[in-house]
């Protein structure tokens, strides 16, 4: 794949009026989780990187979304020689901030996950590495604290519940006491009912859908894609409606990644 060469600061699209992609209720934050799949996964000599970038920028705006936990992102390598966060907040808009957290070294830079939110300065950033049984892919969580909210974001390893426990430990050591509503999004890689979704419902509450079929664009595989809100001491958001976005009028969501993106409304 080439260099990334476009630049997005004022391309954005602005959001149609006569979206597929149900309306926020208003007085709604929308958070959004959407495994991006490296920007990449179906690029070809008729839709470039570039495409790519923008469409997914486009879904972002037309879904009138607030902040974005993404996954799999590269930053700098061989296969992506780009800052890949950078580049999709950027063509989102120019007040839109972002904090990466690389999960692994990978071809010459970085591969790992990422949380942007729209005209929102975080007052607190961090990452860390999350184990794994021997010889699977290194994960991350990634936490962007907000005045009124945290957003974590991860990309886990199927059939490793450990990497729930850790996880959730280390966000309990910073926000178990906290009053402040704690969300997490990511590709969990693991549909509910089996033993990663039942060691995180422990702790935390599902609150994006789970019942709309896959979230996966490829296969036909159960919702593996979630948010949900800790169970610390902040009230439980109020949610106002969950989707998974399948269709946009901002282009073809099978070609922008092999993941639909998942959204959730909440009143905080």
């Given at each position: 794949m080439g260099a990334f060469t476009g630049t997005f600061c004022s391309s954005h699209t602005e959001p149609a009026n006569d979206s597929p992609i149900a309306a926020k209720p208003k007085g709604a934050t929308r958070i959004m989780t959407y495994n991006v799949g490296a920007i990449g996964k179906f690029v070809d000599e008729s839709f470039t990187v570039e495409n790519n970038v923008k469409l997914i920028a486009d879904i972002v705006n037309e879904?009138?979304?607030?902040?974005?936990?993404?996954?799999?992102?590269?930053?700098?390598?061989?296969?992506?020689?780009?800052?890949?966060?950078?580049?999709?907040?950027?063509?989102?808009?120019?007040?839109?901030?972002?904090?990466?957290?690389?999960?692994?070294?990978?071809?010459?830079?970085?591969?790992?996950?990422?949380?942007?939110?729209?005209?929102?300065?975080?007052?607190?950033?961090?990452?860390?590495?999350?184990?794994?049984?021997?010889?699977?892919?290194?994960?991350?969580?990634?936490?962007?604290?907000?005045?009124?909210?945290?957003?974590?974001?991860?990309?886990?390893?199927?059939?490793?519940?450990a990497?729930?426990?850790?996880?959730?430990?280390?966000?309990?050591?910073?926000?178990?006491?906290?009053?402040?509503?704690?969300?997490?999004?990511?590709?969990?890689?693991?549909?509910?009912?089996?033993?990663m979704m039942n060691k995180f419902c422990e702790n935390w509450t599902i609150i994006s859908q789970t019942e709309l079929g896959s979230t996966v664009v490829t296969v036909t595989k159960p919702c593996i894609d979630f948010i949900l809100q800790l169970n610390n001491k902040a009230k439980a958001a109020k949610v106002l409606g969950t989707a998974v976005i399948k269709q946009a009028n901002s282009g073809d969501m099978k070609k922008a990644s092999d993941h639909y993106p998942v959204y959730v409304d909440v009143k905080l």
């Open positions: 879904s009138h979304t607030d902040v974005v936990a993404y996954q799999e992102l590269d930053s700098c390598n061989n296969r992506n020689n780009f800052f890949q966060l950078k580049a999709v907040a950027e063509a989102t808009g120019k007040d839109w901030t972002y904090f990466y957290g690389p999960a692994i070294d990978y071809r010459g830079g970085k591969y790992g996950t990422g949380v942007a939110a729209k005209g929102k300065q975080p007052i607190k950033t961090l990452y860390i590495p999350i184990p794994v049984k021997e010889k699977s892919e290194p994960r991350v969580l990634t936490i962007a604290e907000y005045k009124d909210y945290v957003l974590a974001c991860t990309h886990l390893n199927g059939g490793q519940p990497q729930v426990e850790y996880l959730t430990a280390e966000i309990m050591k910073l926000y178990g006491d906290s009053k402040k509503p704690v969300f997490l999004g990511g590709d969990m890689n693991a549909n509910v009912g089996k033993d």
